[in-house]
């Protein structure tokens, strides 16, 4: 009997090349990466960036992260944010045993960062906030360029400076205890993020899964030089379903622990997220009546926000 040649090849997310430093707006760089991210975008609502390795950073986040973690849980308590979902979030019994976050709101912004490392540790920790500061800076570059790209993308640079200047952003760092089995066990339940955008970033434990449109996951495996590059509901709704926003989940197994850092892009109190008239005609209806984030954010907390099928449609769908 012959070898058994193996099957079909496993779905991947497109990789596409951020690591050319000249990648600058209005370059044959740029137009090229623009091309394939509005495409990715469209399909997936997601895409793997590849950028130049930075082995040192990559070092010290993540010792940064094990460092923050391993604290007492009540120290790790006072990170507090009158913001629901911006402060310490720790393991939930029943809802994620396996999961705990940290926030930090603006991290691009100095003073957040060496404050919490000052409410963490007796004399601060120059070491976590300054790699947790690198690290922000850089994803913050890539998100700003994806939002760039998108929008380019779709003639409306007129509302560019707007829509950059109306979000602001949100760090979190995660950590995932490893189950101990051999079979895959729930680490962060299956949802659409409900921000603008996110990117993610990740040590060598692999579990983030993201559903296509025809309901496949992809079991995503980024390198060690790979952001994931991720739509959220409001850029879904305020693009009028131009580009998608992919329902994913984080699925592990082993006693290895997983550590990644998301940074969300949400819009500003009061910001009213509408479409433009641009992106609204015969083929594409208008999806969603305008809303204000806060506003949607106190939908969710609501009984019929909790358990929607999609939040944003039960809201304001039109
Ligand atoms: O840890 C990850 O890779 C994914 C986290 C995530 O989906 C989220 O925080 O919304
Ligand atoms: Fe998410």
């Not at 690591?19 to 044959?28: A, E, F, I, Y």
């Not at 963490?120 to 500061?133: C, H, V």
């Not at 433009?276 to 809303?291: A, C, M, Y």
């Not at 954010?297 to 939040?311: I, P, R, S, V």
Request: proline content about 5%; aromatic content about 10%.
């Amino acid at each position: 009997m012959g070898e058994e040649i193996c099957c079909e090849t496993p779905l991947r997310l497109p990789i596409i090349d951020f690591s050319n430093k000249d990648l600058k707006q209005g370059t044959p760089e740029w137009d090229s990466v623009k091309v394939l991210v509005r495409k990715a975008l469209e399909e997936f609502g997601c895409f793997e960036a590849l950028v130049d390795e930075d082995i040192e950073l990559r070092e010290a986040v993540f010792g940064a992260l094990e460092e923050v973690f391993d604290l007492p849980l009540e120290t790790k308590m006072l990170n507090v944010s009158e913001k629901p979902y911006h402060g310490y979030l720790g393991v939930h019994p029943e809802r994620s045993p396996l999961y705990e976050s940290i926030g930090i709101d603006e991290p691009n912004i100095t003073q957040n960062v060496e404050g919490l490392s000052n409410i963490l540790w007796p004399q601060g920790n120059t070491a976590f906030s300054k790699s947790i500061q690198s690290l922000s800076e850089q994803v913050l570059g890539i998100e700003r360029m994806v939002r760039r790209m998108i929008l380019e993308s779709l003639s409306l640079e007129k509302y560019m400076d707007e829509h950059m200047e109306s979000n602001y952003y949100l760090l979190r760092l995660m950590k995932y205890k490893g189950p101990e089995t051999t079979e895959a066990k729930l680490g962060l339940y299956g949802h659409t993020d409900k921000n603008t955008m996110t990117i993610l970033y990740q040590n060598d434990v692999d579990g983030l899964e993201v559903r296509t449109k025809d309901g496949e996951w992809i079991h995503l495996k980024p390198s060690p030089a790979s952001f994931i590059v991720m739509i959220g509901d409001i850029l879904y709704a305020w693009l009028n379903g131009h580009v998608h926003s992919p329902f994913h989940r984080v699925m592990l197994k082993g006693n290895k622990t997983r550590y990644s850092a998301g940074l969300f892009s949400i819009p500003k109190a009061g910001y009213t997220i509408k479409a433009p008239e641009e992106l609204v005609d015969e083929q594409h209806p208008l999806l969603f009546k305008p809303f204000t984030h806060d506003q949607f954010l106190g939908f969710l907390y609501t009984e019929a926000g909790q358990t929607a099928k999609c939040a944003l449609s039960d809201y304001c769908g039109v």
